[in-house]
């Protein structure tokens, strides 16, 4: 917990990568007698690339990441008054790190030390961003749902992840997963299925412009189709007052939830569990049958406000690694911290 | 039911054309004095090509299916001992017609009239040439079911359907949905999750030939997901004897197939409920089950078995026409008998 340039603490570089673009912020190190990094520290300043991070055949493409994120932190140090010299630390989260993340891994740790001569490295899978943003380094579970679901938890020790495993294989109750069973419930409505909804039928005719004859040809020709089931989500929380086909839906999602928070909670202590990503946006319509849920599934749970977001969580993980103070599991996959960075 | 030309009775072309190419069958149209035509006629000879037919901007591409079609077509005519002029009318089947079958609709007419100066022909969706292959031209009601799932049932005045939505909006108990409910508990397993299955888990390891972890990489990047997920299918049967997750995901298709057999059977009579397509072929690990949510959803329909496939009933459809004795109800989409065919 020492740091050796206590009189110039310098700067920690924290980047979010994703589908949206890149996002990157320039957080000063605390002094060593500050408290402990936690979410949400002061930041000073972002910058927001549209752009995402092209991946290749070898994933995510480390090249096209340093040609992004070069000019905008040196844009963030000139605004800051510091210098590329002055940073101490850099954590990298990037949706995909597990499974593409093997470019990043091989060539970001080289391509850094060259830029700025940081040596502190952290590569983190975005869900473990999103915990470090939710939680901080302390114990817990954080269930973070947009388009996907994932949930990770953590004693201190060794990761549990649960589902994350992409629209066709998991990501149980997250909004793909709503939007594909509202649209499934609008379909067996004009079939005159056991399971129908006329409600929901009607708002997804409104929605997508259209007879849901339709909707095969308008999805599948896209290549963003869990994008497209999630954006009918709103329209599935809005009939959930007045619609007991919907309000069904939005319960079993509220199950799978639970069931995945279930599986990553560290045993036997009270649980923190922070709920993060824009599906919890839909508010009670989701949020009350999930707390009910967990209350059931996971009684010792505690459900908590999420700190921070994802970017806020790599803020966490390059400020501790300046530090010496990483508290959060390494990991090959989810958080690679590179020999000698630290 | 008189035919212009019983001393020289002639021939019917039908066609199937699907993702694994076309089939082609030529069959002698019965004297007038014949009983009406049934599933599974005796056909002349059939002719297979490998190719798909291309999908293009307008749908199916009729130039296309015309250029395999018309050489086809003269081989069985040579074999046979006939002539193009000897054709009385042609049937194709589509899979995709009700959604893709612009081209079809427009261009076919024109193109076999030149070819073959034949004037009768019917365009049919593949869900359609299921039917008449399976019950004729009989009231009932037929589910089609292999990688996807489709019913379709008549009284004789209309068609219902029901379900056919495709692998993210419905298909609900197809080869597709099951692989995938199968692969979830596997995922689930792994997780540690509620409804996980090891045995389930050790079937895709070796199957998929690698850890579970995998799969995202495996499927996600394929082009023919729903396939990769229906061929996990005959393990899912395998273990359902063993295991109660793997009996509940062919429960649970039961009840989705039931449920859309329901949908379509037409009202108020016994109903005959033909099963169909290669799904059924994995036996009784989901027929047992099917049969008892059929008697439950639908005590009044009669599981039987189909007379003959897809192709049969394109054969079934083009004698009909052939003998002016079409009874199954036309439909612009699902049954289309072009203007001055009959």
Known sequence: MTNSSTHQPGWVLAVDSGGSGLRVALAPVPSAGDAAPAAGADRADTAVS????????????????MEQLVPMANALLGEAGGDGKDIRAVAVGAAGMATLGDDLREHLPGALAEAFGVRRLALAADAVTAYAGALGQRPGAVVAAGTGMIALGTEGRKWRRADGWGHLLGDCGGGAWIGRAGLDAALRDLDGR???????????????????????????????????????VPEVARCAADDPVAAGILQAAALHIAEAAAAVCPPETECEVALTGGLFGIGDALL???????????PRARAVSAE??????????????????LALPRDGRLLHVPEGSD
């Open 50 to 65: 549209r752009q995402p991070v092209r991946t290749g055949p070898g994933g995510i493409d480390a090249g096209h990441l």
């Open 194 to 232: 056991r399971g129908g909804s006329a409600l929901l039928r009607a708002r997804a005719e409104e929605f997508f412009d259209g007879p849901v004859t339709e909707l095969p040809g308008k999805l599948y020709p896209r290549t963003d189709r869990p994008a497209v089931l999630a954006s009918f």
């Open 288 to 298: 009350v049958p999930l707390k009910e849920e967990l209350s059931v599934q996971l």
């Open 308 to 325: 921070g977001n994802p970017l806020d969580g790599a803020v966490v993980l390059a400020t501790a690694l300046a530090l010496d103070a």
